[in-house]
């Protein structure tokens, strides 16, 4: 009988996602059901019951009404938020012969402005510009 659930479709809760949706079962133990797989995110996790009423019949939502719900983080968020907490004005004029700091705010004549994100070794910095992080030189000594 509990073979019987196995590919069956359920409404339930997908931490990723963060909202109720269809998901597939993927496993059953003691004929309850036990893991599942979000149709939205193809993420893979352990039945968390939907908090759609059982006597209500939950609505069938399509894929890209599912996706509108979930509100993810892009890189223009972490930009704009980057730019509401640095002063620009701060910022100062990348060489690669010099050394930075983490939070450091820097100016690159191709990328624009930067915040040093993380320093990867003596000679290595991630940086976050608008268009993504970058890895640049630091200490380059000549």
């Not at 004929?31 to 908090?51: E, F, G, L, P």
């Not at 050394?99 to 320093?119: A, C, D, M, R």
Request: hydrophobic share 30%; glycine share 2%; net charge positive.
């Amino acid at each position: 009988m509990s073979e019987d659930l196995i590919s069956k479709e359920v409404e339930a809760y997908c931490g990723k996602c963060k909202t109720d949706t269809l998901h597939v079962i993927t496993a059953v133990k003691n004929d309850k059901i036990d893991r599942v797989m979000c149709k939205v995110c193809t993420s893979y996790h352990k039945y968390k019951q939907s908090s759609v009423s059982i006597n209500k019949s939950p609505i069938k939502k399509t894929k890209t009404e599912l996706k509108k719900k979930v509100k993810r983080r892009t890189r223009r968020d972490k930009w704009t938020r980057l730019l509401d907490n640095l002063d620009t004005e701060l910022a100062i004029e990348y060489k690669m012969d010099k050394e930075y700091e983490l939070e450091t705010p820097i100016h690159h004549k191709s990328f624009g402005f930067g915040i040093v994100k993380n320093v990867i070794d003596l000679q290595k910095i991630t940086v976050l510009f608008q268009d993504g992080e970058k890895i640049l030189v630091q200490n380059l000594q000549r």
